[in-house]
């Protein structure tokens, strides 16, 4: 995210270019230096939530492998909070299967939006180079 400074944060130096004064660029150095912490812990929650819905992925295609042994009139059971109800296997393997797939799902969006917070860190920590390096370049 660029900010628009006003112009009249721009002083002209003496061969006519212009420059920011120290003020505004501290300013902009703490506003980009927020941003890079933020992208970091939001890519720290990213990456648990993926991790968490792998997880998730690995154990419904493992029980859906294990129950595609089972013989087609066995009855399965489903935890429901305390109690247990009995579902055929094609019920359970229909769960399954819809479980996967918004499983699937859900990891691939997590994984795009990994993928767009490092690039934005990235960004940001080239940004703050930049002005430390005084090319502030922030475009």
């Given at each position: 995210m660029v900010r628009i400074l006003p112009l009249n944060t721009f002083i002209r130096s003496t061969d006519n270019t212009m420059s920011i004064s120290n003020e505004a660029?501290?300013?902009?150095?703490?506003?980009?230096?927020?941003?890079?912490?933020?992208a970091q812990q939001q890519i720290s929650l990213v990456r648990t939530q993926q991790a968490s819905?792998?997880?998730?992925?690995?154990?419904?295609?493992l029980t859906r492998t294990e129950m595609a042994?089972?013989?087609s009139?066995?009855?399965?059971?489903?935890?429901?909070g305390k109690m247990f109800v009995a579902l055929p296997v094609s019920g359970m393997k229909g769960k399954l299967e819809t479980q996967i797939k918004?499983?699937?799902?859900?990891?691939?969006?997590?994984g795009k939006r990994l993928h767009y917070l490092e690039v934005s860190q990235k960004n940001s920590k080239d940004q703050i180079d930049r002005m430390l390096r005084g090319g502030v370049g922030a475009s």
């Open positions: 660029l501290e300013k902009l150095l703490r506003e980009v230096e927020t941003q890079a912490i933020a819905k792998q997880r998730e992925l690995r154990m419904a295609q042994s089972l013989p009139d066995t009855n399965v059971y489903e935890g429901v918004e499983a699937e799902g859900e990891v691939d969006g997590l």
